[in-house]
């Protein structure tokens, strides 16, 4: 059993936590006292309780209760004041508050009243690690069965949040639905290692590579979004024969500051002094100029969720190092080298990266087929007119 929360992941079986990817050295009864938290997370547990539950009922000092309890948050990032995480309820014990949840947990929907089993099956998506030629930690996971779709990460992902939020999850269900899906979080992001030295789009397609290598891929299709697109373009020019379609949405050959505009230049490096003032900051004001740029036709539970989400997936500075690499991608002279059939799908009105964009995609790959979609999302939304469109036409290329 895993439990994931924050930036953390609790590993039960290997009694392993780790913070980002990275692991945090816990005492035994620290670590024991975590897990009973969170498995005991939808209620307050007294000093009864973890005396029973933790030190099988036996004495345990006042003292030693309290060094336990400050020594998890610690562990945790938090603290005594903030109780952001674990909460003391006076006279009555303490309670985990913080959002998590488990690698036992699957999502179905209730069937009718009548017994009906629910249309869709249950998933489960399950986390890993795998080691890049560099020693960085990648998390990837996988989820559901059938034909293996791996799509490549984009900034910014997070491996159980977006399982989780109204942004993301209701499209990787759909493609789970058929699929083997396979994701991964990229270098200094979600669950994968934030400290580390290489953040560049060499990199980038490494760790996809390492990610293919550990899940044994023989031959799959790709999915790349946004970011990920280049990097899916350039592992299908590398290993032509393992990729059987390729699939491009919202995605770009040239990075902001390589595409001849100096607005373009300079709305970048702007967008970067933003980040570097904001970004980690409780206030999400500065992080809501990228919810707006990025889903601008969200409601208040997708906003709140999107804004959450960039502060949990990177710090300040890697969100600014991976934006930074990407303002310099250059897949351009990739293009005509591309053998693999594609799909290039592109909203009209996209405030992120120019409808123009897509269509050099498609004009530089020979034969791939474009779809032009309404909206004006750059991640599509549940509500989105172009969400149905988006599905049938990957699932119908797909099958093919």
């Given at each position: 059993m895993r439990f994931f929360f924050d930036n953390h992941t609790l590993d039960v079986d290997r009694r392993e936590l780790r913070n980002a990817g990275a692991l945090v050295a816990l005492e035994p009864q620290v670590f024991d006292l975590l897990v009973y938290l969170l498995k005991n997370r939808d209620r307050v547990v007294s000093k009864d309780d973890l005396i029973d539950g933790v030190w099988d009922g036996r004495i345990v000092s006042e003292s030693t209760l309290t060094s336990r309890i400050t020594a998890a948050r610690k562990a945790i990032g938090d603290t005594g004041k903030e109780q952001r995480l674990i909460r003391t309820v006076s006279r009555k014990g303490i309670r985990f508050v913080g959002e998590a949840s488990d690698s036992t947990e699957q999502r179905e929907s209730n069937g009718p009243a009548n017994g009906t089993p629910p249309p869709a099956r249950a998933v489960q998506n399950q986390i890993h690690f795998c080691t890049a030629s560099d020693g960085v930690r990648i998390a990837y996971s996988t989820v559901g069965e059938g034909p293996p779709l791996l799509k490549a990460a984009n900034w910014l992902n997070h491996l159980q949040y977006d399982w989780e939020s109204p942004i993301w999850?209701?499209?990787?269900?759909?493609?789970?639905?058929?699929?083997?899906?396979?994701?991964?979080?990229?270098?200094?992001?979600?669950?994968?290692?934030?400290?580390?030295?290489?953040?560049?789009?060499?990199?980038?397609?490494?760790?996809?590579?390492?990610?293919?290598?550990?899940?044994?891929?023989?031959?799959?299709?790709?999915?790349g979004i946004s970011q990920g697109c280049a990097v899916s373009i350039a592992y299908a020019v590398r290993h032509p024969e393992?990729?059987?379609?390729?699939?491009?949405?919202?995605?770009?050959?040239?990075?902001?500051?390589?595409?001849?505009?100096?607005?373009?230049?300079?709305?970048?490096?702007?967008?970067?002094?933003?980040?570097?003032?904001?970004?980690?900051?409780?206030?999400?004001?500065?992080?809501?100029?990228?919810?707006?740029?990025?889903?601008?036709?969200?409601?208040?539970?997708?906003?709140?969720?999107?804004?959450?989400?960039?502060?949990?997936?990177?710090?300040?500075?890697?969100?600014?190092?991976?934006?930074?690499?990407?303002?310099?991608?250059?897949?351009?002279?990739?293009?005509?080298?591309?053998?693999?059939?594609?799909?290039?799908l592109h909203c009209r009105d996209d405030a992120v990266v120019p409808f123009s964009e897509g269509r050099i995609l498609a004009a530089g790959i020979r034969g791939a087929r474009f779809v032009a979609l309404e909206g004006c999302n750059h991640l599509i939304l549940e509500g989105d007119p172009a969400r149905h469109r988006f599905l049938d036409e990957v699932r119908n290329f797909l099958r093919r």
């Amino acid at each position: 059993m895993r439990f994931f929360f924050d930036n953390h992941t609790l590993d039960v079986d290997r009694r392993e936590l780790r913070n980002a990817g990275a692991l945090v050295a816990l005492e035994p009864q620290v670590f024991d006292l975590l897990v009973y938290l969170l498995k005991n997370r939808d209620r307050v547990v007294s000093k009864d309780d973890l005396i029973d539950g933790v030190w099988d009922g036996r004495i345990v000092s006042e003292s030693t209760l309290t060094s336990r309890i400050t020594a998890a948050r610690k562990a945790i990032g938090d603290t005594g004041k903030e109780q952001r995480l674990i909460r003391t309820v006076s006279r009555k014990g303490i309670r985990f508050v913080g959002e998590a949840s488990d690698s036992t947990e699957q999502r179905e929907s209730n069937g009718p009243a009548n017994g009906t089993p629910p249309p869709a099956r249950a998933v489960q998506n399950q986390i890993h690690f795998c080691t890049a030629s560099d020693g960085v930690r990648i998390a990837y996971s996988t989820v559901g069965e059938g034909p293996p779709l791996l799509k490549a990460a984009n900034w910014l992902n997070h491996l159980q949040y977006d399982w989780e939020s109204p942004i993301w999850s209701h499209l990787l269900r759909e493609l789970a639905a058929e699929h083997r899906l396979i994701r991964y979080d990229e270098r200094g992001n979600g669950l994968s290692d934030w400290d580390v030295e290489d953040i560049s789009f060499e990199a980038f397609v490494r760790d996809l590579e390492s990610v293919i290598e550990a899940t044994c891929l023989d031959r799959f299709a790709l999915l790349g979004i946004s970011q990920g697109c280049a990097v899916s373009i350039a592992y299908a020019v590398r290993h032509p024969e393992r990729v059987s379609r390729l699939v491009l949405y919202g995605g770009y050959a040239r990075g902001r500051r390589k595409r001849d505009s100096a607005m373009e230049a300079e709305q970048a490096d702007a967008l970067l002094t933003l980040m570097r003032q904001g970004w980690g900051q409780e206030n999400p004001a500065f992080r809501q100029i990228f919810t707006s740029l990025f889903v601008p036709g969200a409601n208040p539970d997708q906003v709140q969720w999107y804004n959450d989400l960039q502060r949990r997936t990177a710090s300040p500075e890697n969100a600014v190092r991976i934006r930074r690499a990407m303002n310099e991608i250059d897949v351009m002279s990739l293009l005509p080298q591309v053998t693999v059939p594609t799909l290039v799908l592109h909203c009209r009105d996209d405030a992120v990266v120019p409808f123009s964009e897509g269509r050099i995609l498609a004009a530089g790959i020979r034969g791939a087929r474009f779809v032009a979609l309404e909206g004006c999302n750059h991640l599509i939304l549940e509500g989105d007119p172009a969400r149905h469109r988006f599905l049938d036409e990957v699932r119908n290329f797909l099958r093919r």
